[in-house]
């Protein structure tokens, strides 16, 4: 079975930083996009960050424009998200998520997924 398997996540103060990794199991990224999402409690999930499979215009949530950055390292077959400035609002279980030559930030439209990783914030 295809899936992707997170790591990274944990509890850190306001205003700290945090780097989420997600590794594919039989697969490779290769000509996937690749894509972070995020479920806050009592809140529908949200995409955060794409980016396409031919690595072009990564789109950014507003809320996380100029602190978080997405990451592929193909010759490692990992992906990342870097979280910086971090707030009590980014609290949540975020997601990674990957779809085959895919250009979209649209939950729809990815196949795999990651298990899930909290990332909790304290003020």
């Known amino acids: 079975q295809l899936r992707l398997v997170e790591s990274g996540g944990g509890l850190v103060q306001s205003g700290g930083s945090l780097t989420l990794s997600c590794t594919p199991s039989k697969f490779t990224l290769d000509h996937y996009a690749i894509g972070w999402f995020r479920q806050a409690p009592g809140k529908e999930r949200e995409g955060v960050s794409c980016i396409s499979s031919s690595d072009d215009n990564p789109y950014y949530h507003d809320s996380v424009k100029g602190r978080f950055t997405i990451s592929r390292d193909n010759a490692k077959n990992v992906m990342y998200l870097q979280m910086d400035s971090l707030k009590p609002e980014d609290t949540a279980v975020y997601y990674c998520?990957?779809?085959?030559?895919?250009?979209?930030?649209?939950?729809?439209?990815?196949?795999?997924w990651g298990q899930g990783t909290q990332v909790t914030v304290s003020s």
């Open positions: 998520a990957a779809d085959h030559w895919g250009n979209s930030c649209h939950q729809r439209d990815y196949d795999y």
